[in-house]
T-cell receptor, first 114, second 111 residues
Framework: NAGVTQTPKFQVLKTGQSMTLQCAQD?????MSWYRQDPGMGLRLIHY???????DQGEVPNGYNVSRSTTEDFPLRLLSAAPSQTSVYFC?????????????FGPGTRLTVL | GQQLNQSPQSMFIQEGEDVSMNCTSS?????WLWYKQDPGEGPVLLIA?????ELTSNGRLTAQFGITRKDSFLNISASIPSDVGIYFC???????????FGKGTHLIIQP
């Protein structure tokens, strides 16, 4: 049982490049989310999904797109990377409904935008 | 938006000492959670609290959900070297819009 997996682990981009951060979970969780972690800022919610085909914005959604075509996968897309998006990105999943608060996190993707 | 104030920012303690950290919120939460993050890893859930006044233990860790629903504390008894890391509190209003995190407490154990 792998839990929540994220790829790549590290990535360097140039300003303006696009890329997709992958996230997958094998726990059949309905709820998935993306956070970014910046020094001294804690974790901030980017986007979340309560089930396949449903996504919504979190606290800091600008510059990011998501889709949820399957229960297992929740990719995060950066269409035109900016230095302000240099951060560590964490994907998390949780059981739907009342258990959405108990989220399990992946190991993170460390992104640098030059 | 909601804000969590977590203190202290960092703690330098001796092995064997007890540790206490807390979080306060400007608004009410229905759930309080405590996570630990090791370097290069994602946060790992330590304790979840679902009811005001609830006191829950997990080994040497004890956490409480404040009666006002605006605060929570985490205690670690008899600290050991593997307790080193960053501890985050997180709160939820119970909806699907995710968790609000504190900024973390860095726990450093001095030899």
């Amino acid at each position: 049982n792998a839990g929540v997996t994220q790829t790549p682990k590290f990535q360097v981009l140039k300003t303006g490049q696009s890329m997709t951060l992958q996230c997958a979970q094998d726990m059949n969780h309905e709820y998935m989310s993306w956070y970014r972690q910046d020094p001294g800022m804690g974790l901030r919610l980017i986007h979340y999904s309560v089930g396949a085909g449903i996504t919504d914005q979190g606290e800091v959604p600008n510059g990011y797109n998501v889709s949820r075509s399957t229960t297992e996968d929740f990719p995060l897309r950066l269409l035109s990377a900016a230095p302000s998006q240099t951060s560590v990105y964490f994907c998390a999943s949780a059981v739907a409904g009342g258990g959405t608060d108990t989220q399990y996190f992946g190991p993170g993707t460390r992104l640098t935008v030059l | 938006g909601q804000q969590l104030n977590q203190s202290p920012q960092s703690m330098f303690i001796q092995e064997g000492e007890d540790v206490s950290m807390n979080c306060t919120s400007s608004s009410i939460f229905n759930t309080w959670l405590w996570y630990k993050q090791d370097p290069g890893e994602g946060p790992v859930l330590l304790i979840a609290l679902y009811k005001a006044g609830e006191l829950t233990s997990n080994g040497r860790l004890t956490a409480q959900f404040g009666i006002t629903r605006k605060d929570s504390f985490l205690n670690i008894s008899a600290s050991i070297p593997s307790d080193v890391g960053i501890y985050f509190c997180a709160g939820s209003g119970g909806g699907a819009d995710g968790l609000t995190f504190g900024k973390g407490t860095h726990l450093i154990i001095q030899p």
